[in-house]
């Protein structure tokens, strides 16, 4: 098909090839419906198998209502075209996999809970719609690979004392809107490495979080440990960087 395709039910079975060169829209008709990819076999549910039906082409697939008031739960999935999770509510996400020409966006409003790695092979992370983005929930380091791809980021929340988010973008520009993690646990860390790209926070960075950037130019606009003293704070710019007021915590370093 050339045009696009929209799929709208609360049960959606795929059974064979889905081809196209528009956009294809697979979503419940209640917003009180929750969605799960590679998740469950309740709700609004689409399998593996179910996703293998897509066949490369696709401008952009769309996953959810948009005006969902509900969870959307996507499992462990790899995918060949640019995709966007689309909830108001909670989107909870782990690992995702994108070949060829995919992307990843998650919609405008709700929030994130990142329990998995996202990798793409130039494509570009978009999650700046979603109001905040957790890694309060799991005790390990979850990375974003793009080689090459764009990552836009809303309000980072990191709340668990092992929680570590490390994005290496590979070129690509690396935009974070804020940084949260817990005052006094300088266990957790934020590292934005965009390689030749560059980085920039848009907002506040607050809490005991270690934060290390590197890129062709760093630019960090809002207050860093004002309310909240920060962790270490390294920064390495092969072409320059543009700093407001930074307050660290005692004995934290500012390289």
Do not use: C, H
Not at 18 to 43: A, E, F, H, K, W
Not at 150 to 160: D, E, G, H, P, Q
Not at 164 to 186: D, K, P
Not at 187 to 192: A, C, D, E
Request: charged share 5%; proline share 2%.
């Amino acid at each position: 098909a050339a045009g696009n395709i929209t799929l709208t039910a609360d049960d959606l079975v795929l059974g064979g090839n889905l081809s196209g060169t528009g956009t294809i829209t697979l979503q419940p008709y209640s917003t009180s419906r929750i969605v799960r990819v590679n998740n469950s076999t309740t709700d609004f549910n689409l399998s593996t198998a179910e996703i293998a039906y897509l066949v490369d082409g696709w401008s952009g697939i769309n996953i959810g209502n948009s005006s969902s008031s509900v969870d959307l739960f996507v499992g462990n999935t790899s995918w060949i075209d640019p995709v966007n999770f689309r909830s108001n509510y909670r989107k909870t996400i782990y690992a995702l996999t994108g070949t060829g020409n995919a992307s990843f966006a998650f919609g405008s409003g709700g929030w994130i809970d990142l329990f998995g790695d996202i990798t793409t092979a130039g494509g570009a992370v978009d999650a700046s719609g979603a109001s905040y983005i957790f890694i309060n929930n799991v005790s390990s380091t979850k990375t974003i690979t793009t080689n090459g791809g764009a990552v836009i980021l809303s309000a980072l929340n990191i709340n668990n004392t092992a929680g570590n988010l490390v994005v290496n973008s590979g070129g690509g520009n690396i935009t974070v809107a804020s940084i949260y993690s817990t005052a006094g646990i300088s266990s957790n860390s934020v590292t934005l490495n965009a390689g030749t790209g560059n980085v920039s926070v848009t907002g506040t960075s607050n809490g005991g979080a270690n934060l290390s950037a590197t890129g062709a130019t760093i630019t960090l606009s809002g207050a860093v440990g004002a309310t909240s003293p920060m962790g270490n704070v390294t920064l390495t710019a092969t072409n320059s960087i543009s700093l407001p007021a930074i307050t660290t915590a005692a004995g934290k370093t500012v390289d």
